[in-house]
């Protein structure tokens, strides 16, 4: 086995992965991941969960550090269903390089969008795909790095990702308090989760299909999402509903 290069790296991680356990509010795990971060020579970082189809992606981001130009630019142009890092996210659970999403053949937009993040200082970085226990995407992307990092530095890197991921999801959990859905509403998507219509829920609450309809609207403005089979996903993304 190679020893990598600054063992006193690899040791770190177990120590914040400690601390990350006790840190309650977001400044905190910023300042936490950055530092360690910087042990590997990563500059920034983002933590978000990853939309299925929409195209928007700073509605889903838990936690980050230096990425606020590059996520408004980012939206802006509409990158992320043309994105070949966050298209690999999908297909595979080990960490990879930028420079790994982008070999091969890559459509013209994949292209620009890969010469966009160069031109912004983002010529290189690593991402760690991340799948919850619902079977939930999400990724720590870590921007700059060594170009020669060590399959033992990234496997280290891999559970310091998951144990970041964690720690911010709890987090937004803490802090969502103005997302937190009635029972009644819960009670309406779980129906509709099953595949039941606004009208069979009426008549099974004794409601009327209009408050029905209220409800829903509610949860989608609390959740942020447009349409239902969105909305059931925040919800069950949240661990509000279980389906």
Not at 16 to 21: D, G, K, N, P
Not at 74 to 83: I, N
Request: net charge neutral.
């Amino acid at each position: 086995m190679t020893i990598p290069r600054d063992f006193k790296s690899i040791q770190n991680v177990f120590a914040v992965i400690e601390i990350l356990r006790t840190i309650d509010d977001k400044a905190g795990l910023v300042c936490a991941v950055g530092d360690l971060s910087r042990d590997f020579g990563f500059d920034s970082f983002v933590v978000t969960r990853l939309p299925v189809k929409e195209q928007r992606v700073r509605p889903h981001v838990l936690l980050h550090s230096g990425w606020d130009d590059w996520l408004y630019n980012y939206d802006r142009s509409r990158y992320y269903l043309a994105d070949p890092v966050a298209r690999k996210c999908f297909e595979t659970v080990e960490p990879f390089s930028w420079a790994e999403a982008a070999g091969g053949k890559l459509s013209p937009e994949a292209v620009k969008i890969m010469d966009d993040a160069a031109s912004r200082g983002m010529q290189r970085g690593l991402a760690i795909p991340i799948i919850d226990h619902c079977g939930f995407h999400s990724v720590v992307s870590l921007v700059g790095g060594p170009d020669d990092l060590q399959d033992f530095e990234k496997r280290a890197l891999q559970l310091f990702g998951y144990y970041v991921h964690g720690a911010a999801e709890r987090i937004a959990r803490i802090q969502a308090t103005s997302a937190t859905l009635s029972e009644r509403e819960l009670d309406i998507l779980h129906l509709l989760a099953c595949g039941k219509t606004m009208g069979t829920i009426g008549k099974e609450l004794q409601i009327s299909v209009e408050t029905v309809k209220t409800h829903v609207k509610r949860a989608r403005v609390k959740l942020q999402t447009k349409n239902v089979p969105q909305t059931i996903v925040e919800a069950m993304r949240s661990r509000q509903l279980l389906v």
